[in-house]
């Protein structure tokens, strides 16, 4: 571009409104982050290829299609700053990317090219980030899921997946996502939680941190029930960190999530099928073959369908001291969850028979909620204590005390505490040589509500 052009298109921008210099510069994003794509191609997923050099080949192509661009004048600063932004959306994870890295970020919700939505401190706002377009986001969807050996497309048009790191990542596609695609992303934190964050975090008490820890040393089978995004998984990594160094342990989950620092873990993830159809993994397969590799604990992720089954079987053939997560808005509705859950097995057996198997397998349930300040909290840690007639009996051991009501910011002011019921089970975790402190079940009072 001459000088006189320069000078020119300099005059033309003073004319112009702010709002429309930001079109112009959305549109001349949007002309060179196409022109990239197409240019590199195949060479974008070239695994052959290191970071730093595929770097340096999106970076010559940006500025040779910069140079080609006179529509937008821009100043060296504003220069490098857009070759920046759209290396890290060819690169990286596209508009997202600093929302990745954001450690008070919990979720991002991707809902279409032009909606973004994350969660921070339990609390949804809208961001002012934006996607291309579809074509965009549908490349970025794809880009995560391939790099753990997944697919999506129009055959299979909604997936679960996972970052390096971790976190948890759910996308749907056209033609299943009207207005989409649509992107979930449950993020992990870097360092993952211990016992004492959560107690920091007001999830539990020390004293029914100290209780369950002494729960999984004693091999006691115990259930991590809630809602969606109540905190199960990170509950259940932090129970399984009290597992004993010297266990062997294999873990089975959809999409690898449980982050386990024991010497002797085995980890398993589920794979879908592939084109022809063939070739798919399920939860229960993977449940059935954990029984052959000697577990001395066996953790499920999650259990959803007919699983349910093969882990109350191995819960109740010498498989003490499993772990599992399970969708449920209370302790009593876990139980009858477990029921539907045996029944989709397509087994045909007695609701009584279910029944006892899960009177006889479960131990205890840890239910968490998230309350409406946004925070996650233990409100239920229940005994499942056996069979009366044809009806499971359980006793809450503690509770969260709701009737404390809530501050002048809406944050709950309650507390779990003691019932005062003894759990039943004292005696087998004396057994393995762990004591309950008589203290630990002293009763509390509980607030009335107003």
């Known amino acids: 571009m001459s000088l006189a052009d320069r000078v020119k298109a300099a005059k033309a921008e003073d004319e112009t409104t702010p709002t429309q210099r930001l079109e112009m510069r959305q549109d001349l994003r949007r002309r060179l982050h196409y022109k990239v794509v197409e240019g590199l191609g195949p060479t974008l997923y070239d695994q052959q290829m290191s970071d730093a050099e595929l770097k340096l080949r999106v970076m010559e192509m940006l500025e040779w299609a910069l140079d080609q661009e006179e529509s937008v004048p821009l100043a060296r600063v504003d220069r490098l700053q857009l070759l920046q932004e759209i290396a890290d959306d060819v690169l990286g994870y596209g508009p997202i990317d600093p929302f990745l890295s954001d450690a008070d970020i919990t979720e991002i919700m991707v809902n279409g090219p032009h909606s973004v939505w994350v969660e921070k401190a339990g609390r949804l706002s809208l961001t002012d980030v934006r996607f291309v377009d579809s074509t965009h986001l549908e490349r970025i969807i794809e880009k995560i899921v391939g790099q753990v050996g997944r697919r999506i497309d129009e055959s299979t048009p909604m997936v679960d997946a996972r970052l390096p790191d971790g976190s948890r990542v759910n996308a749907v596609i056209h033609p299943l996502a009207i207005g ?151 302790p009593r509705d876990t139980l009858a969850r477990i029921e539907t859950m045996v029944l989709m097995s397509g087994m045909d057996l007695p609701i009584r028979a279910i029944r006892e198997q899960v009177a006889s397998a479960v131990d205890l349930i840890v239910h968490l909620r998230r309350l409406r300040d946004g925070t996650r909290r233990v409100t239920h840690v229940t005994e499942v204590v056996g069979m009366e007639g044809e009806i499971i009996t359980t006793q809450d051991l503690f509770l969260f005390d709701f009737g404390m009501g809530v501050d002048e910011n809406g944050m709950y002011l309650g507390r779990l505490k003691a019932t005062g019921i003894r759990p039943s089970f004292s005696d087998s975790l004396a057994n393995y040589g762990v004591q309950l402190p008589a203290d630990l079940f002293a009763p509390e009072p509980f607030a009335r509500r107003a």
Do not use: W
């Open 180 to 330: 989409g695609p649509f992107l979930t992303i449950r993020k992990f934190a870097v360092d993952p939680f211990t016992s004492e964050d959560l107690v920091s975090n007001d999830t539990f008490s020390e004293q029914v941190a100290g209780f369950v820890r002494r729960c999984v040393q004693g091999r006691l089978n115990v259930i991590v029930s809630g809602s969606t995004g109540s905190g199960k998984t990170t509950l259940l990594n932090v129970l399984s960190s009290y597992i004993p160094d010297s266990d062997r342990i294999v873990t089975i989950e959809d999409a690898a999530e449980l982050r386990l620092n024991q010497r002797h873990v085995l980890s398993l993830e589920s794979r879908p099928s592939n084109l022809e159809g063939k070739g798919e993994v399920t939860i229960r397969d993977l449940m059935r073959n954990s029984l052959r590799m000697r577990p001395d604990r066996i953790v499920v992720g999650e259990a959803r369908g007919g699983e349910a089954l093969d882990m109350l079987q191995a819960m109740n053939t010498g498989h003490d001291g499993s772990l599992t997560t399970i969708h449920s808005n209370a």
